[in-house]
């Protein structure tokens, strides 16, 4: 069973830090590019970070560089998202995306909450 499960998510203070994890399962995540999307109450669904299969090149969203950090652990099939230095409007439930070619998945998605 093709499968993407978000975890790491929860609540912190602003500033705080989250680290976000996306494992895959069913399916080898060497080969696909992975993004990691969020999406507030109210509001569409925006990109925030993705990392190549190739060349692992990133990139990110200008609300979130220099904060944001994407990476990814072939032998774990896992990818993570490190938040740092959080805002309260970095509040939103975040889902990471597996893409190639015509394949295309999506995990459930994990609530970050940022308030004091």
């Known amino acids: 069973q093709v499968q993407l499960v978000e975890s790491g998510g929860g609540l912190v203070q602003p500033g705080g830090s989250l680290r976000l994890s996306c494992a895959a399962s069913?399916?080898?995540?060497?080969?696909?590019?992975i993004g990691w999307f969020r999406q507030a109450p109210g509001k569409e669904r925006e990109g925030v970070s993705c990392?190549?299969?190739?060349?692992?090149?990133?990139y990110y969203a200008d609300s979130v560089k220099g904060r944001f950090t994407i990476s990814r652990d072939n032998a774990k099939n896992t990818v993570y998202l490190q938040m740092n230095s959080l805002k309260p409007e970095d509040t939103a439930v975040y889902y990471c995306n597996a893409r190639l070619v015509t394949s295309n998945y999506w995990g459930q998605g994990t609530q970050v909450t940022v308030s004091s």
């Open positions: 990392i190549s299969s190739s060349d692992g090149s990133t």
């Open positions: 069913g399916f080898t995540l060497d080969y696909y590019a």
